[in-house]
């Protein structure tokens, strides 16, 4: 009951004292007159909050959000659908919807004329600066009566969720020092001195379709011998990025690690759109850093998973250099183009970045002056600190181009496409990127 009567309004509580002394005094008074005005003023209150209460528990809300994921400065637009399934009127609805503040005021919608078995749609839109993982709603509607008596609270648990990915800026075609690594059996091979039809053809396997049987090869073998399946050749990127908390500065949306996780999208989604299939690699959990986004599975789903997982992306204080070995880990990791999207290093964690190229694997880095995110003027210091840990990557094969606040990373991109490290110098190329 406590519960029922807290829906009153200042108004409503107003008519209830006044009905209640009012009867009380034409009680005392013997006026019968005088208490059926102080009934009549007791009940329209009670009346319209019965009436509220009940109504209230027949409202109907859904939402959706289109297109549940859009990047940053995009819009994106909220359907609410609020439908009365009671036979009596409601009155009027305050309809308020909860969202992040990083996407803007709460919206707020009056809604009169409810009548018995009433559907309204409402929309609004969302415009975000700020990428992530966004839960809109729930939706809260306040009953209010025609006379002002009466407000309820209705809450909705339904929730709408919104992804924001990055910003992805277009990249000019550069040819990039690298290496088409592909599985299966096209792949370059050297061709045994048996002749190049040995180098086509192997061993049969139980369950080979008996129409590739290579019949010359198995005379000349003694074994049955089938044409080797043919399969594309594949090329591979691993884009690796530094979300150190102690390897960046600025904050919010003007901070290094936002332009270094906006370089990581471009560049993955221009080599996605190439044909590579791209892999990110940084320290957010296992889900991202070891997920290939092929774009043989569609270059859209390709694209789209690699930015949604660059749209939760953050910063770790716990993340260190020392862990990237691990996450570039796996069977296929020694293979393809590596680019590393780095912030602050010291001489030691340089050396150790240095020694992630491996054998034949093409190396460019991104390396951030993260001193031109701060008021502070960068330092002589900062500076040879910077350009000595690019000797280091340069002389361990890396391509290394610095990114200071405001650079273009278009223009930062085809710079780091024309240069050619004396240790990569002698790497084949991979073509377009």
Do not use: C
Request: proline content about 4%; hydrophobic content about 45%; overall charge neutral.
């Amino acid at each position: 009951m406590g519960d029922a009567l807290s829906g009153l309004t200042r108004r409503g509580w107003t008519f209830v004292a006044i009905g209640v002394g009012t009867a009380l005094a034409a009680v005392l008074a013997g006026e019968r007159d005088l208490l059926r005005a102080g009934i009549l003023l007791l009940l329209v209150p009670l009346i319209s909050l019965v009436i509220a209460l009940r109504s209230r528990v027949r409202l109907k809300a859904s939402r959706r959000v289109e297109p549940a994921r859009i990047a940053v400065d995009e819009t994106a637009t909220v359907h609410l659908e609020i439908s009365n399934r009671a036979r009596i009127a409601t009155g009027v609805l305050l309809v308020e919807d909860s969202i992040p503040f990083t996407l803007g005021t709460r919206p707020r919608f009056v809604l009169d004329h409810v009548w018995s078995l009433f559907r309204r749609d409402v929309t609004y839109t969302v415009r975000p600066v700020v990428r992530g993982r966004y839960s809109i709603g729930p939706l809260t509607v306040r009953v209010t009566d025609p006379f002002g008596m009466v407000e309820i609270h209705r809450p909705f648990s339904e929730v709408g969720h919104l992804v924001v990915t990055p910003a992805v800026h277009r990249l000019p075609p550069v040819r990039l020092v690298g290496e088409w690594s592909g599985s299966g059996e096209s792949r370059p091979r050297a061709i045994a001195s048996a002749g190049e039809e040995d180098a086509t053809i192997r061993a049969y396997r139980t369950g080979d379709d008996m129409r590739r049987v290579h019949w010359r090869a198995t005379a000349h073998h003694g074994e049955l011998m089938v044409r080797r399946e043919e399969q594309p050749w594949q090329s591979r990127a691993t884009v690796l990025l530094d979300n150190r908390t102690a390897g960046h500065a600025g904050e919010g949306v003007d901070s290094s690690l936002e332009w270094a996780v906006t370089a990581a999208a471009s560049i993955g989604v221009h080599l996605s759109d190439r044909g590579y299939a791209v892999r990110l690699a940084t320290d957010h959990g296992a889900a991202v850093s070891t997920a290939w986004h092929d774009p043989a599975s569609g270059a859209g789903d390709a694209t789209a998973s690699l930015l949604e997982a660059l749209a939760v992306v953050a910063p770790k204080r716990e993340a260190s250099v020392g862990s990237w070995p691990d996450l570039l880990a796996g069977a296929n990791s020694a293979t393809g183009l590596l680019i590393a999207v780095i912030g602050r290093l010291d001489e030691q964690e340089a050396r150790l970045v240095a020694s992630l190229r491996h054998g034949s694997t093409a190396a460019l880095a991104v390396m951030l002056d993260t001193m031109s995110w701060t008021s502070m003027a960068a330092r002589e210091s900062e500076q040879a600190r910077l350009h000595n840990h690019a000797q280091i990557l340069n002389s361990a094969g890396w391509n290394v181009i610095t990114a200071r606040r405001g650079d273009h990373l278009a223009a930062l991109w085809e710079h780091l496409g024309l240069q050619r490290p004396s240790a990569a110098a002698s790497q084949p190329e991979a073509g377009v990127a």
